[in-house]
């Protein structure tokens, strides 16, 4: 499996992960983003002994789209830090079962993780180990049997997309673990869910600009490819001022 680099510099590399490829090595000992991310380096640069490659944010296995990795240890603490703070954008696309109720907004929740089961559910505000999530939406189409959206998670917790989304009867196509009636395939069968991390946007953890790297939706998205894109197209262009 080839890396799919976005950006690349002497501190950060973003790839474009795939859906069904971990992020990080976990009891599986299945391939790993980092894994390949480290052959790429070594080969790239001929270097003997192990590369320094810093995890600093995960998607989800079955999510596809732009993960920041850093390539030392300053930039790993710098880059952290931001994460931490939610100084970094992270716009998300979805396909969603059904409709969403409402064109633009904010939803705002408690989310409490059961660790055992590795699922997460909306609880009531004070719940003892609940955290708070906010996420700004926006419809960016609608289809006969479902509707594709623009996310930008205010806040980063475990999957705090794909809970939100369920809890408002909207879960992601695909996503079988929270609720979702439909099942999406990639081309060799593996399940996948209809959730892409489409832009990251990041002050650079050195020089001190603020970059914006984008991805494009996959090939198995489950709305036509020229839509999708012109979504995104069409979400990335600011609207014209208005006319006095």
Same mark, same amino acid.
């Given at each position: 499996?080839? %890396?799919? /680099? %976005? ?7 973003? $790839? ?6 971990? !992020? &990080? ?5 299945? +391939?790993? @983003? /980092?894994? @390949?991310? #480290? ?11 192990? /590369? ?15 993960? +920041?990795?850093?390539?030392? =240890?300053k930039?790993?603490s710098? +880059? =952290? ?29 408690? @989310?409490?993780?059961?660790?055992e089961?590795?699922? /997460?559910?909306?609880? *009531? ?10 996420? !700004?939406?926006? $419809? ?7 509707? &594709? @959206?623009?996310?930008?998670?205010i806040?980063?917790?475990?999957? &705090? ?19 979702? $009636?439909?099942?999406?395939?990639? #081309? ?5 869910? !209809? ?14 600009e603020? +970059?914006?790297?984008?991805?494009? $939706?996959? *090939? ?9 894109? &012109?979504?995104? =197209?069409? #979400? ?9």
């Amino acid at each position: 499996m080839n %890396l799919d /680099v %976005l950006y690349e510099d002497n501190h950060c590399l973003a $790839v474009n992960k795939p859906a069904g490829l971990l !992020a &990080q090595g976990d009891v599986t000992g299945d +391939l790993s @983003l /980092v894994d @390949l991310a #480290s052959s790429y380096l070594k080969t790239k640069y001929q270097k003997p002994g192990n /590369v320094y490659v810093g995890l600093v944010h995960r998607l989800d296995r079955p999510t596809s789209g732009i993960i +920041l990795l850093a390539r030392t =240890s300053k930039a790993a603490s710098r +880059l =952290s830090e931001q994460f931490r703070l939610g100084s970094i954008e992270k716009i998300y696309h979805a396909v969603i079962d059904g409709s969403c109720p409402e064109d633009s907004g904010e939803w705002n929740d408690t @989310l409490w993780k059961d660790e055992e089961r590795n699922v /997460v559910r909306v609880v *009531p505000p004070n719940t003892p180990g609940g955290q708070e999530a906010r996420l !700004a939406f926006r $419809v960016l189409g609608r289809f006969p049997r479902t509707t &594709q @959206l623009e996310l930008r998670p205010i806040t980063g917790r475990s999957h &705090q997309i794909r809970v939100q989304l369920a809890a408002r009867g909207c879960p992601i196509v695909g996503d079988r673990k929270y609720g979702a $009636v439909s099942t999406l395939r990639m #081309s060799d069968d593996r399940p996948r869910i !209809a959730l892409h991390a489409q832009q990251l946007t990041f002050t650079h953890p050195t020089r001190g600009e603020v +970059l914006s790297v984008s991805a494009p $939706v996959p *090939p198995d998205w489950p709305v036509s490819l020229s839509e999708a894109n &012109q979504a995104m =197209s069409d #979400s990335s262009t600011p609207e014209a001022p208005p006319t006095p």
